[in-house]
């Protein structure tokens, strides 16, 4: 699972720092972002800044090696559950096509969902005195799902 959030913290890094160095680019090969409506150069790079935050937060809160900082990471994360709660929100009151809410779903939704699910799990973990090493290993072994 750490493994998994610290691929997450390297995407919304990068996808943040392409909304701002490539702000252009960014809105003209991101699925959906051109339907939003005309482009906003400066929008684009404010929502650009809030995931550069929040996945510079989440590397740093698992780059440690032995303790995952999780208020770190929870802090870090609060933009992308707005941000996939706001998705979620549009798809029940604003009647997408199909498409559109696979595209959601995949791209915003699923991705904040799984670790959200795993920072729950390591929390609940911390929480019931085990060790990191014993938290990074069952979560490296089990994964999402709890299974071996």
Known sequence: MIIYLKQCALFYLL???AMIVLPEL???YTPGA???????????????????VSGAGLWVAFSQRETPNLPLAWLAIAFLVGHSILHQVEM???TPS???IARDFTLIVLPV??????L????????G????QQIRSETVVRGVGGRK
């Open 15 to 17: 996808n943040g720092l």
């Open 26 to 28: 960014w809105y003209q």
């Open 34 to 52: 051109a339907d939003t409506g005309p482009f906003n150069l400066h929008f684009v790079r404010d929502i650009g800044i809030a995931f550069t």
């Open 92 to 94: 029940i009151t604003m």
């Open 98 to 100: 199909a498409q559109e």
């Open 113 to 118: 969902l799984i670790a959200v699910v795993g």
């Open 120 to 127: 729950v799990r390591l929390s609940s973990a911390d929480a």
């Open 129 to 132: 005195g085990r060790s990191n």
